[in-house]
């Protein structure tokens, strides 16, 4: 189970074009180094907040979920790389051969964004933003946003700042 974070905040999106706008000022405010893990049931809109977070970063591409390739990876603005990263068919022996691959990227001069990321828990970085999405009728979303560490506790101070 996650420790306490050090910083929490909601937000209700009432429909798809709130929820876009969302993700989209996640991912502008996104900076290198930066991991986001989605947590939510299947349907809950964890790809949609993928591309959202995207679009904020200027990836170019059409941004689908990489259920199968575990992980995908495009080129956002000022040549950023944006990996993203879907854990639902990764099984316990793939786990740590995946885990190791990833730790070279974690933190590096990316932005990561896991889908499933209750399956990568353990071996998230210290540093890391856990967003819970919880379908919220007619289309609605609750994002429940969770800081851990120095980068990501900014982030959301910025995100919360800039949407207030």
Partial sequence: ???????????????????????????????????????????????RFAQGIARGLG?????TSPTF????????????????????????????????????LMGGMGVMVIEWAERLQRYLPPDHLWVEIQTAGNGGRLFTFNGYGPAAVKLLQRLEKELS
């Fill in 69 to 104: 390739t575990l992980i995908n990876e495009y080129q956002g603005r000022g040549g950023i790389p944006f990996y993203h990263v879907d854990c639902y068919r990764l099984d316990e022996k793939a786990m740590a051969a995946f885990v190791l691959s990833l730790d070279e």
């Fill in 59 to 63: 990836a170019k591409g059409l941004v």
């Fill in 1 to 47: 189970a996650h420790a306490m974070p050090e910083y929490r905040w909601h937000r209700l999106c009432r429909d798809e074009a709130a929820t876009m706008a969302l993700a989209t000022a996640v991912g502008r405010l996104a900076r290198p180094g930066c991991v986001i893990a989605l947590h939510g049931n299947l349907g809950a809109g964890k790809t």
